[in-house]
């Protein structure tokens, strides 16, 4: 017999594929719902060999105000920069900060690392290779400790709740 972990072996990604499909197809009928439905179940099955060690959500309620804080930190960040970027470039003050990391996950880690990358004016350079360290590079960084405090509390803490692979 067959367990649900073999037809639904992510069932948070194809929850998110099947919102993402309809938002996609903007229209909500019998059809697409079908079809979203289909590729949440196919996408995943075709990618579970990708996913050897698939990570544990321990709180999606914390996921979800995650996915909210960046997102919101994206659009915040795009004004700063373009403001940063329109103004006199003398006010910049980029540099590369070595961040110490706690998270020990490598998925947790990608997330963070991917996290910073996606919010305009820093960007995830490399990480070290025994993985306690990332390299980031900041358009414009006055205090790096500050900066390592920001990226600590907002993104990192958060993550460390959400992925219990992550817990020490």
Not at 33 to 49: C, S
Not at 86 to 114: C, K, M, T, W
Not at 127 to 132: E, K, T
Request: aromatic share 8%; net charge neutral; charged share 15%.
């Amino acid at each position: 017999m067959m367990s649900r972990r073999h037809w639904l072996p992510h069932p948070w990604l194809s929850l998110l594929l099947l919102i993402i499909w309809q938002l996609l197809v903007n229209q909500l009928s019998l059809g697409s719902l079908l079809l979203g439905l289909l590729l949440a179940l196919l996408i995943p099955q075709l990618t579970r060999v990708f996913w050897p060690n698939p990570p544990t959500l321990y709180r999606p309620g914390v996921l979800a105000g995650f996915m909210l804080r960046v997102l919101g930190d994206i659009v915040i960040a795009n004004f700063q920069v373009a403001r940063m970027v329109l103004g006199p470039n003398a006010r910049l003050r980029p540099a590369f900060v070595v961040y110490p990391l706690e998270l020990r996950d490598e998925f947790a880690i990608s997330v963070l690392a991917n996290t910073i990358s996606l919010t305009p004016g820093t960007v995830s350079a490399d990480i070290s290779d025994d993985h306690r360290s990332l390299l980031i590079h900041g358009l414009d960084v006055p205090d790096a400790q500050e900066l390592i405090d920001v990226i600590k509390q907002r993104y990192e803490k958060p993550l460390m709740e959400i992925f219990e692979c992550s817990r020490t």
